[in-house]
Structure formats: C-alpha cells, structure tokens
C-alpha cells in the first residue's frame, strides 16, 4: 500500500524544516484481508527510499462474531480450560440468557498423547456437569 508524503489530496501534507522531509498525517484506518489459517504478518517499508511511518496501533478483527473465547493453563499431564460465551449475562442479569453454542470446535495443542479424563464443571456452582475418559 503506496502512502506518499507529499501533495496527497485531502490530506495535510507540510515539510518539517528540520529534517526536510515531508510529513503527512493520514489518520485512518487501513484493513487488509486474511484468509482462514495460521500468518504471520509484518509491516514493512517496502521502498528502497522510502521514510518512516508512525502507526497509532494494530487492531486484528475476525469479520464474523466470535461468542466464545477460551483460556487454558497446562502442566504436566494437566490441563485447565475455561470457555467463556461472550453474550453470558453473569455482569448484567437484566440481560436475557443467550442461547447455547453449538458446533464449536476446540484445539488444544502441548498436551501429551492418549487417554484422557475430562470433567467438565459449572465454574458458577462449582459443580461437575459430566465427565467420563476420552481419547
């Protein structure tokens, strides 16, 4: 993405005496599209004599909503997971019970390979859901 310094049309483009380079201030957000799966991104100034560039912040979105989120701690042959659904009402009981997720899939990659235990337990009562050994 081409972002010239000087004569830009609609923006402000002065030249700092100090330096005597141009500086134009864009102030906008800028989005580029990333197909599903792992990248690594990186931004760069692509022109062999260009200048630098200051950026405000890198915001990454996924385009559609995402309801659950989910944290986990392991060690050992444990494993601690917690999935949260963004629409719960536990801060806001005006708010209506959300609907159940469904079809979500989670990876959980570091853990060691076979059969496992796997309780799942209501993190509000404290109490086990169902739980039974899984592969």
């Known amino acids: 993405m081409d972002l010239p310094a000087q004569d830009v049309p609609g923006k402000s483009s002065v030249l700092d005496p100090t330096y005597k380079l141009w500086v134009c201030e864009y102030n906008e957000a800028f989005a580029i599209a990333v197909p599903a799966g792992r990248h690594e991104i990186q931004v760069a100034n692509a022109a062999s004599n260009g200048s630098w560039i200051q950026v405000k912040g890198y915001r990454l979105i996924r385009p559609e909503p995402v309801s659950l989120r989910a944290l986990g701690l392991t060690g050992g042959s444990a494993v601690a997971l917690w999935v949260h659904n963004r629409e719960s009402m536990w801060y ?5 019970t959300p609907p159940p ?35």
């Open 101 to 135: 997720v469904t079809g979500a899939q989670l990876v959980i990659r570091g853990v060691p390979q076979g059969r496992m235990h796997v309780e799942w337990l209501d993190t509000w009562t404290g109490r086990r859901i169902r739980g039974g050994p899984s592969s």
């Open 92 to 96: 806001d009981w005006s708010r209506p």
